[in-house]
């Protein structure tokens, strides 16, 4: 069996990386007696291109994800399997993987705490105006009143969650010590909780002080932060997304912080990705961005490797997956949060 995996390429002396080229999360030694064939990528485009038509599983993860449209699925005749290594597979279109019977599995859960404590963390950064701050110590300057003018504490201010899954449960959790008003919108769990309080999805927008998004990119959410619902959003509001880039509109955003609509924007992820280097969001105003990391915590790379193995053992035993880790089998999406739709 072919199995092919595309991790970014190892760099000397980052010996605890474990999703990389080199490490490649143990795959090497795990399949070396098992007589498989693994074909290990850095290259997402023209270097997967030459394994489709005889590749049988495809192994990415979301912060180097290759891309399986529905013209190279096509072009896969063999393929049976995606494995996430990590949670999100909208880097797979699900519903080609669906009509040609590919099952879609990632590793649910793994990198939850990880990507919670990230977020926290980015609001507290931008509220906090803490970029500014960090410019200034860089760059010799000592201008009090340039960054106090846009600090902000966190407690008191009403932080909005899109998404109360998993990580959106987390955030909350994590959140409520700050003495925050926590309300959230999900078209599945429209419940409250000991932490937040379930709004629609106007009211999450034109009531909080900030808004967190941990939702996954679907056709619902596809570009669903577009110039009209950033315009709702509170003036002088803050936004984060841990989630997906292609959940808030690219040009809009950047209108929407050079107008100081919103007050800075925050997150990890883009599109595509990698990231062009004249990618808009690199420098627009009053952004905290980084690279496409919150998940890559050492922990969170090792319950990855774990649960890729776990995934592999039950797919070359015939045994079926974890309920939790499945998005498609059987030629239908069977994730309820790939199939949610808001109202």
Do not use: C
């Not at 941990?214 to 002088?236: I, R, Y």
């Amino acid at each position: 069996m072919k199995i092919v995996v595309l991790f970014p390429e190892a760099v000397e002396g980052q010996d605890n990386q474990l999703l990389n080229t080199d490490k490649a999360i143990g795959l090497k030694s795990f399949l070396q007696d098992k007589g498989h064939e693994l074909v290990i990528l850095k290259d997402g485009k023209e270097d997967l291109d030459k394994h489709l038509e005889d590749m049988e599983v495809v192994i990415s993860a979301p912060f180097y994800p290759a891309y399986m449209t529905k013209e190279r699925i096509e072009k896969a005749p063999n393929l049976k399997l995606a494995i996430t290594a990590g949670v999100g597979s909208d880097h797979v279109d699900l519903d080609a993987a669906s009509q040609h019977n590919i099952s879609v599995v990632e590793v649910t859960g793994s990198n939850t705490v990880s990507v919670a404590e990230h977020a926290v963390m980015d609001l507290l950064i931008l509220l906090r105006n803490y970029e500014e701050g960090h410019r200034q110590s860089k760059e010799g300057e000592w201008n009090l009143s340039q960054v106090g003018n846009d600090a902000y504490e966190l407690q008191h201010k009403t932080i909005g969650i899109f998404g109360f899954g998993r990580i959106g449960q987390l955030v909350a959790e994590r959140l409520a010590p700050f003495n925050v008003t926590i309300q959230h919108y999900d078209p599945i769990n429209q419940k409250d909780n000991e932490h937040s309080k379930f709004v629609k999805f106007d009211e999450l927008v034109k009531t909080s002080d900030a808004i967190t998004i941990h939702a996954p990119l679907t056709p619902e959410t596809d570009n669903l932060f577009n110039s009209d619902v950033l315009a709702k959003m509170k003036d002088g509001s803050f936004l984060v997304n841990t989630a997906r880039g292609k959940i808030v509109n690219t040009d809009a955003l950047v209108k929407a912080l050079e107008d100081k609509h919103i007050q800075g924007y925050a997150g990890d992820v883009w599109y595509p990705q990698p990231a062009p280097a004249d990618h808009p969001w690199r420098t627009m105003p009053r952004n905290a961005m980084t690279v496409h990391y919150s998940g890559m915590t050492l922990e969170a790379q090792k319950r990855i490797e774990d649960g890729v193995k776990d995934i592999l053992d039950r797919f070359f035993n015939d045994q079926p997956f974890q309920d939790k880790d499945v998005i498609v089998s059987g030629g239908r999406i069977s994730s309820a949060s790939y199939n949610a739709k808001n109202d």
